[in-house]
């Protein structure tokens, strides 16, 4: 009998060791991006210069896009270079921001459409040292800054280029048509791709020590092909094997939804822009893109401000479906984020401190969205986040859930009474927070 119950018990080890693979190296290597939940996005460059407006005309959309939307010249452009001088920048600041709010990564534009660079690279003058009067190398500086600080530098590049002749409009300096008009092409984009984009890309893997992601945009532009996409993933990875790579380094993105398509693409996250995907998306890595107001860079008369309240409830909607919150700052040309930015951040660092424990490294539970909040679990505990406190204390919660036991996460000592009649959890009788309070569930079994 002995030999019988080891054989069992062995057999259950196995079973029980086969049923949990063990980690791929892309699971290594992504690892700190699935726990990390929450990062901050900077837009910053010469658009913050007329942060919205340009010679008594105000851009109706995104504030980056104003040398588009407004039909400015290159010529007339590139003049903000000589102006952009932001004396008030301090990358040591920048990045304690980021990490006062909880956040574990920083996403930063090294270039945008616009092709102004903020660093200084070899390829072009058309950067912070060598056409600005700030002459010092931003990138470098939060570079270092995030290093001591124990958060991810991470670099932002966008594929389309409204400043380099072979980058788009066949016309130069028509530089938007490629933009207005799906069926301009340039010929020489595949120079511009070999010859500018691959050197800028090692230039930034290169030159800065460890990179956490390279966040690709423009990746809509008809010059650029998948077969650009799968060269430059492959690319990156083999100058920094651990670089996590977002969707649209390739062409298999589904729009501002930002998951891919059926087919065969490259890129570890999709990248929902400025929405929540629906449902929670089983073994899917994404990422959704946030502003704090309207614009991701500086627009000087967006006051269409999100409030705390809504942003913590974004983060716990999105991590209990499985993703993360990359969530953006949009500095002015004196190189400060805005006082409403730094308000918000702050309230959700000081939330994120309290509950930390039901975001980092917590996933989509199994069990139906509650009316009153979400849930988000690690291994054998359940994270009920509350937003609608009932009035009453009593809350009911998915019968489902097998619980052991359950406390407030504010004060984990004092045990929560569980009625298994109605699966309901006795709280007291206020919210311990505005916008979203959390019960820790210790799960039986
Ligand atoms: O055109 C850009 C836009 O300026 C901004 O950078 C966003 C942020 O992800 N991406 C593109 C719009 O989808």
Known sequence: MKYLSRLILIAILFASHSLHAAPTPDDERMEWWRDAGFGMFIH???????AGEYKGERVGGIGEWIMEKLDIP???YEKFAAQFDPVKFDADEWVSIAKNAGMKYIVI?????DGFCLWDSEVTDYDIIDAAPFKRDILGELADACREQGIKMCFYYSIVDWHHPQAQAPLFPNYNAGQRDKSVFNPEFPE??????KPQIKELLTKYGDVGVVWFDGDWIPDYTTEMGKELYQFIREIQPNTIVNNRVDKGRSGMKGLN????FAGDFGTPEQEIPDEGINGLDWESCITMNKTWGFKHFDHNWK????LIQSLVEIVSKGGNLLLNVGPTAEGLIPEESLTRLAGMGKWLEANGEAIYGAQASPFEKPEWGRYTQKENTIYAHVYDWPENGKLIIN???????????ATPKAKIKFDKKDTSLQLPMD???DAVSVIKIDLKG
């Open 192 to 197: 511009y791709f070999e010859n500018y984009l």
């Open 399 to 409: 019968d489902e859930i097998k619980v052991k036991r359950a406390s407030l996460l």
């Open 261 to 264: 398509r059926e087919g065969n």
């Open 74 to 76: 290159v010529t007339e």
């Open 307 to 310: 409030s705390e309240e809504e």
């Open 431 to 433: 919210p311990i927070h």
């Open 44 to 50: 910053w460059g010469l658009y913050a210069i007329p």
């Open 109 to 113: 534009t090294s270039k945008h459409h």
